[in-house]
């Protein structure tokens, strides 16, 4: 549907409306105990303290003191929150770099996004279902989450991963084979631990299911999307009549989306006879961070016998199915070859938007949001095989039977 084989016409398309309609009805998030999470927007963080500080990293075993920490920037260019970075040193001379996030919304976005209800959910998921899913793969650690000092009514206080070597991508550009293999392969892990949670009668399933009510979507909210659907709807029909390749589907394409949202609504909506989980809602490259080894690549034809101490298969660091589209070799600084960048943990940021239904939601809307139509007219099958090949041997490693 695009001419220039980017990513796709979801971000294209993707414009800012004013709403028509004023928010209503709901699916609010439950949460368990009574416990009443009061979302407000923040003028300023008065827990910004050493007091504060200290108190929430012994919460996390760190039997240390604040010596100082420092404001390196505040940030209100997140989509509906704003992000403040935080530096301390402690006394055991240790620079620990932490994200405050609260909420930040216009009344647009207040009334389109349920910006509240958004932040609602993300407190559930951090206090309560991640650690369950976390907890799920004792050997095996599930390292997509950002790890949380705080989560508690309108404030989030995370790790900052930079520091630590990960990096968003160019949200412009379609990811490669590597990356977009590697997040489908824990992507497989994430919905695997999620079903196995739901299909659990305790406690922390009963929040799994609270977390994936569905905030935005809803027959009650038709109204406020009403448009913002209009002009997206306009604009793709332009661009396949400007397209000779795609002109001949206009007319069909247009009246599919005269019916748009109740169309969405049936596709969100969990089906009785599939299996539906746990899906992350937002997963595409700006929601996306990555963390390198920098290595050189050798063909496969390379004779390794006179340096095995150096030569290891990529497989034994990078989890994927056996069959790969090339035999690739991690070696060491000694070889000049081709150097190369290759991703070996992702992590899966803003759990805002996570919703109980297919996972297909997911991988589709990763596919289309996130790799170019070039990479999926090539390597598709090899994708949707790495897929699959994570989430049944997540379900094995699980003892789940689906």
């Known amino acids: 549907m695009t001419t220039n084989g980017d990513s796709g016409v979801v971000r294209k398309l993707a414009v800012r409306w004013e709403p028509s309609a004023t928010d209503s009805a709901l699916q609010r998030p439950n949460f368990s105990g009574g416990e009443d999470l009061s979302v407000r927007e923040r003028k300023g963080i008065p827990e910004l303290n050493k007091k504060f500080l200290q108190e929430m990293l012994r919460r996390e075993g760190r039997q240390v003191e604040v010596v100082s920490f420092t404001v390196v920037k505040g940030s209100e260019d997140n989509y509906s929150s704003s992000m403040i970075e935080v530096n301390l040193m402690t006394t055991d001379h240790d620079s620990i770099s932490l994200l405050f996030k609260t909420v930040h919304v216009t009344p647009q976005e207040a009334k389109v996004l349920n910006v509240r209800e958004m932040f609602k959910k993300e407190v559930l998921m951090y206090q309560k279902v991640v650690p369950t899913l976390i907890g799920l793969f004792p050997s095996d650690p599930l390292n997509v989450f950002t790890p949380s000092y705080h989560s508690h009514e309108d404030l989030l206080v ?147 016998d006179t340096s095995k101490k150096a030569v290891y298969n990529c497989h034994r660091q990078i989890r994927g199915p056996r069959r790969q589209s090339r035999n690739v070799w991690l070696v060491g600084d000694r070889y000049n070859d081709r150097p190369n960048k290759v991703p070996v943990q992702v992590v899966f940021l803003d759990l805002q938007l996570c919703r109980y239904g297919s996972p297909g939601l997911d991988v589709n809307y990763f596919l289309y949001t996130s790799t170019t139509a070039r990479m999926r007219e090539e390597h598709l099958d090899e994708l949707l095989r790495t897929y699959h090949w994570s989430l049944v041997r997540t379900f094995r490693q699980l003892n789940a039977r689906a």
Request: charged share 30%.
């Open 158 to 304: 995370f790790e900052n991963l930079r520091p630590l070597g990960f990096r968003h991508v160019d949200r412009e550009q379609g990811l490669d084979l590597a990356h977009a293999n590697l997040v489908l392969t824990e992507l497989g892990r994430l919905h695997g631990a999620a079903y196995v949670l739901h299909s659990r009668s305790t406690e922390d399933a009963k929040a799994l299911t609270d977390a994936g009510k569905e905030v935005l979507f809803t027959r009650h909210r038709k109204g406020v999307y009403q448009e913002g659907f209009a002009k997206i709807s306009a604009e793709t029909v332009e661009i396949l009549r400007e397209n000779p390749k795609t002109r001949v589907h206009a007319d069909k394409v247009e009246a599919i989306l005269a019916r748009k949202y109740d169309i969405l609504l049936e596709l969100l909506r969990p089906k009785d006879d599939a299996i539906n989980l746990l899906n992350h809602g937002d997963l595409w490259t700006g929601n996306l961070l990555f963390r390198y080894v920098y290595t050189h690549i050798l063909d496969s034809a390379v004779n390794t």
